[in-house]
């Protein structure tokens, strides 16, 4: 599913920078984790040239990334104005927003005003932590901006693939017409044959 994806047309992903937040979410998907190791996380984030070469990544900033990750994976979703309620058979787990709350208490920001414009930046020194909190000064600025909302999680429980909306009326509700649109219209219509059984 997750190459069926990467053939879609550019204009389909999020605007930059909030576009590292779509892809950091992605980096989970049903055929597995991008990010699963430590040095899969280091590599993942030097690509995107939020830390340096050769930064070491130990097992528990990998735990913590894959934590703020799911964090924002349930952000997303109540972008769609879906309630995250458990249990959850698709992997959304409810009570990550509340886990990435205490998280951030760990990753400061402050306001750098020595760039124009002034923008919010990572106070802890080291590159990982930096790296983290990075990506929550941008979903802080899409939020300012009025992008944020247009980031959704794909309502097909067998997906939740991040997405940005770029709908005119913003109600998009799946990542792809095609494969989890059509998944749910069928289950639908499945579901209205057998009698709602």
Not at 63 to 73: Q, S, T, W
Not at 105 to 113: A, E, K, S, T, W
Not at 121 to 150: K, M, N, Q, S
Not at 164 to 179: A, G, I, K, P, Q
């Amino acid at each position: 599913m997750e190459n069926e994806r990467a053939t879609e047309p550019e204009t389909g992903m999020a605007p930059k920078p909030l576009r590292v937040i779509e892809e950091f979410i992605n980096t989970r998907h049903q055929d597995g984790d991008e990010l699963a190791t430590p040095d899969q996380l280091a590599t993942w984030l030097h690509a995107r040239g939020l830390v340096p070469a050769g930064t070491e990544v130990t097992a528990e900033q990998r735990d913590r990334a894959g934590r703020v990750r799911e964090g924002l994976r349930a952000l997303i979703a109540a972008n769609n104005e879906e309630p995250v309620s458990s249990p959850r058979p698709d992997g959304l787990d409810p009570a990550a927003r509340a886990e990435l709350a205490e998280l951030t208490r760990d990753l400061p920001l402050m306001l750098d005003v020595t760039v124009s414009p002034p923008r919010l930046v990572a106070r802890d020194p080291g590159p990982v932590e930096a790296a983290l909190a990075g990506l929550l000064a941008v979903v802080a600025e899409a939020a300012a901006d009025g992008t944020w909302t247009r980031l959704k999680a794909c309502r097909e429980p067998s997906c939740r693939w991040a997405y940005y909306d770029h709908s005119r009326n913003r109600r998009r509700t799946w990542c792809s017409m095609e494969l989890c649109g059509n998944r749910a219209k069928a289950r639908a219509s499945h579901h209205r044959r057998s009698g709602g059984r």
